[in-house]
């Protein structure tokens, strides 16, 4: 009797994938071999399970290369590269990795802010540089964190662990989302819901946190950096495409706002031309979750998920 076959498209951290070849027939793309596109023209007729990444387009073209596919796991909590309805449509069930990389991703966020606040990057590469040459009234000021302002639109789990770390500091934190969190939860978090002009126009720190739907691509343009504090600094952990990042450059060179810290990018892995440049920006590479426990829990996930669909039992994480 032919394995049940299934795909991953890129090696992952752990145990967890040779758990998965104990039992299944399992194709890993070798990236240094074969494009994504590549890999799925190749291996998609004979898939039954897939695992993705967050990079790998999984639109109703490329699911239609996968005939006889009957789960996708996406290593990733976001999951807007593969196309839901169309999955839906033809009987694959879509996986994500939930609620595990909450707290990892909140640290990083807030590793950001810090950065971004006190000029951590700028102070690094000018000490290493040999240009540090003593104390200085002046040097890299930056802004207070204690005390200060937070607005947080999309105060779901990542941005629910980011505002609890905000009691440490201090200070008032304003949340954004379509839908109100429960008084309860706003209670206990010490979250202020407040419309989405406020929160731009008080926040001294801006974190999103949304998924990236038609709704939320370039909720920041323009007109949003227009509304926001000139001391304000903006921090994107979410989804490049959430800032219209031509936008924010334009921000960023006149003194709209004073910062920016990125860990996403609109046309990831390119990045906006000027980003690079400008000083006031702190540039991560996507790593938001990258701490190894993290990662090697993801793979568990999506390996364990996947292979509950390929045996008849309900996944632990099905995107609804
Ligand atoms: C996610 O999970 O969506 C992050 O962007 C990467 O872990």
């Known amino acids: 009797m032919t394995k049940v076959r299934i795909g991953v498209t890129y090696p992952l951290p752990g145990p967890a994938l040779d758990w998965l070849g104990q039992r299944f027939e399992v194709a890993i793309r070798d990236p240094e071999k074969q494009t994504f596109q590549q890999w799925l023209e190749q291996e998609g007729p004979s898939l039954q399970g897939l695992i993705t990444l967050l990079s790998d387009p999984m639109d109703a073209a490329a699911l239609a290369k996968c005939p006889q596919l009957k789960a996708v796991a996406n290593y990733a909590v976001g999951y807007n590269n593969i196309d839901v309805d169309a999955a839906r449509t033809n009987g694959i069930q879509v996986i994500n990795t939930p609620d595990v990389l909450t707290e990892t991703s909140a640290d990083f966020a807030w590793a ?28 890299l000021l930056g802004q207070d964190v204690y005390g200060s302002v937070l607005g947080i639109i999309g105060a779901g789990r990542i941005g629910q662990a980011v505002a609890a770390r905000a009691r440490g500091f201090s200070m008032t934190v304003l949340y954004h989302n379509p839908t109100r969190l429960s008084a309860e939860l706003e209670h206990d978090l010490n979250l202020q819901f407040v419309e989405l002009e406020q929160l731009l126009t008080q926040a001294d720190f801006l974190s999103l946190h949304c998924p990236l739907t038609p709704e939320t691509r370039h909720l920041i343009s323009t007109d949003e950096l227009q509304k926001m504090k000139p001391t304000s600094i903006l921090v994107n952990t979410a989804r490049g495409p959430v800032v219209d990042e031509l936008a924010l450059v334009d921000a960023l060179r006149q003194g709209v706002i004073a910062g920016a810290a990125l860990d996403v990018y609109e046309w990831e892995p390119a990045i906006t031309a000027g980003l690079q440049e400008l000083p006031n920006v702190v540039l991560a590479p996507h790593a938001a979750s990258a701490s190894r426990s993290t990662r090697e829990k993801m793979a568990w996930m999506v390996a364990e998920d996947v292979a509950a669909v390929l045996t008849g039992k309900p996944p632990q994480n099905p995107v609804p």
């Not at 950001?112 to 040097?139: C, K, N, S, V, Y």
């Open 112 to 139: 950001l802010l810090m950065a971004a606040a006190r000029r951590i990057a700028e102070g690094h590469q000018l000490t290493r540089d040999g240009q540090f040459t003593g104390w200085e009234p002046e040097l």
